[in-house]
C-alpha cells in the first residue's frame, strides 16, 4: 500500500490533518486503533466555547460528528481498528489489524496519538472503584453505565469540574472533591461555581491519606489540614492531568524537550509543526497537552505545511495560513492556559535557533 500522507491517530487533530490535506488533492490514510473516529470527543457531552473560528460552540460529540462527516465526504482510507506496529530499513510502515501486517509506504507522516491519563497514587489505590477521571467520563456518556452513587474527585482541573457536574445531575452524589493546592485548579471559575452551589464540597490544600475496602473501594481518609476525614465513596475518580503518548516517536528517532506546561516530554518541532525528521509531522497533544479548539488548530497547521511540502499549495500559501492559524492558536490558548502557550513558543524558539536549544538542554 501506498499513500502520500499517513495520519496516525483520528482524534480530533488527526481528523483536521486529514481535511487539509485530502481538500487539497493529496491520497491520504488514517491509521486508528479504535473502531471510531473523533477520540475523546466521543464521550464529551459537554459544551466547548473555545474552538477556532470557522466552528461553532459545539458539544464534543457533535464536533466528533460533523467532523467524521466532513472526513467521509472525502476519498480518505480510514483503516479503524488498525495499528502501527514498525518502522522499517526499506521506509515501510508496519500496520496491523491483529491479524495481519500490512506494509504501508508513505511520503509524509502526521503522528497525532493524542495523550494519555495520569494516575497519583495513594495506599489502596488500585482497589476497584478507583479509576481515571476520563475512564469516568467514558462509562457514564459512551456505555451509559453509572461507575457507582457516592464519588470523591482527587483533583480539580475543567475536566474534572465537567465529569463532577455530570455526575451530580445523573445522581450520583459527589463527597467532595479534593486539591492539593489552595485553590481549584479549574481556569473556568464560573464552572467552579456551579460545583459550590450544587453543595459539594471542596477540600483544597487536602490529599487522599488512603482508601479501604473489601474487594472494592468503600472509604477514604482525607487528609484536610490537621483533620482526618473519614468518606464512605464507592467512587474515587482521579484527576492526574495527561501526558503526550510518545511511542511512535521513539521508533521514528525523533528527539525530545521537557516542557512541564505541556505535559512534560514531547517532540521537537518548529512552526510547522514538523519534527527534526524531514518526513515527520506532528499535531494535537502529541505537540503539547491543551484544549480542544488548541489540537483542531494544529491539526490544520501541520496538514496545510505537509501540503505544501508535498507540491499541493505554493510556499507563500502555507506561510500566510500558517501565520494566520498561529494567531488563532495563540488567542485559544492564551484564554485558558496561558503557561501552555509561553512554553509552546519557547518550545519553538529553542528548535529554531540550535544555540538556545543546545543551551536549554545543557
Same mark, same amino acid.
Given at each position: 500500500?501506498?499513500?502520500? +500522507? ?9 481528523? #483536521? ?30 459544551? %466547548? ?19 467524521? *462527516? ?28 491483529? +491479524?495481519? &501486517? %500490512? ?21 489502596? @489505590? ?25 464519588? &470523591? ?24 472533591? $479534593? ?5 481549584? #485548579? ?8 456551579? $460545583? ?12 487522599? *491519606? ?22 464512605? &465513596? ?12 510518545? !511511542? $511512535? ?10 516542557? *512541564?506546561?505541556?505535559?512534560? @516530554? ?8 514538523? #519534527? ?12 503539547? &497537552? ?35 492559524? @498561529?494567531?488563532?492558536?495563540? %488567542? ?6 496561558? !503557561?501552555? @502557550? ?14 538556545? *536549544? ?5
Amino acid at each position: 500500500m501506498e499513500t502520500d +500522507v499517513l495520519i496516525i491517530g483520528a482524534g480530533p487533530s488527526g481528523l #483536521t490533518a486529514a481535511l487539509e490535506t485530502a481538500s487539497r488533492g493529496l491520497d491520504v490514510t488514517i491509521v486508528e486503533e479504535s473502531f471510531s473516529m473523533g477520540g475523546q470527543l466521543i464521550q464529551q457531552t459537554q459544551l %466547548i466555547q473555545s474552538l477556532p473560528s470557522s466552528y461553532q460552540p459545539m458539544r464534543g460529540f457533535e464536533l466528533a460528528g460533523l467532523l467524521t *462527516k466532513q472526513v467521509e465526504d472525502y476519498s480518505i482510507r480510514c483503516l479503524l481498528g488498525h495499528r502501527v506496529i514498525g518502522f522499517y530499513k526499506d521506509g515501510s510502515v508496519g500496520i496491523t489489524d491483529e +491479524v495481519n &501486517v %500490512i506494509p504501508l509506504k508513505a511520503k509524509k507522516i502526521i503522528v497525532a496519538t493524542g495523550a494519555a491519563e495520569n494516575a497519583l497514587a495513594f495506599p489502596k @489505590w488500585t482497589l476497584p472503584g478507583v479509576m481515571t477521571i476520563g475512564a469516568v467520563q467514558t462509562l457514564i456518556n459512551r456505555d451509559f453505565v453509572l461507575p457507582g452513587k457516592h464519588a &470523591v474527585i482527587l483533583g480539580s482541573s475543567d475536566f474534572a469540574m465537567d465529569v463532577a457536574l455530570q455526575l451530580s445531575e445523573l445522581g450520583v452524589q459527589i463527597k467532595g472533591i $479534593v486539591e492539593k493546592t489552595p485553590s481549584l #485548579t479549574a481556569r473556568d471559575t464560573e464552572k467552579g461555581e456551579e $460545583v459550590r452551589k450544587k453543595g459539594i464540597p471542596v477540600y483544597v490544600n487536602s490529599s487522599i *491519606k488512603e482508601a479501604r475496602g473489601i474487594g472494592k473501594v468503600e472509604e477514604i481518609d482525607i487528609e484536610h489540614g490537621e483533620q482526618i476525614l473519614t468518606v464512605s &465513596v464507592d467512587v474515587v475518580c482521579i484527576d492526574g492531568g495527561r501526558s503526550p503518548i510518545l !511511542d $511512535v516517536f521513539y521508533q521514528l528517532g525523533c528527539s525530545f524537550s521537557y516542557q *512541564k506546561e505541556l505535559g512534560g @516530554w514531547i517532540p521537537q518541532y518548529n512552526k510547522s509543526l514538523q #519534527t527534526d525528521r524531514e518526513d515527520v509531522f506532528l499535531a494535537g497533544n502529541a505537540a503539547g &497537552v491543551s484544549s480542544q479548539g488548541v489540537l483542531l488548530t494544529t491539526g490544520m497547521i501541520a496538514g496545510v505545511n505537509v501540503s505544501e511540502s508535498l507540491g499541493a499549495i505554493r510556499k507563500q500559501e502555507a506561510d500566510i495560513e500558517t501565520t494566520s492559524l @498561529w494567531r488563532e492558536l495563540e %488567542i485559544l490558548e492564551t484564554k485558558l492556559h496561558p !503557561d501552555a @502557550w509561553k512554553a509552546r513558543m519557547h518550545h519553538v524558539e529553542n528548535y529554531e535557533h540550535p544555540v538556545l *536549544k543546545d543551551q536549554f538542554i545543557s
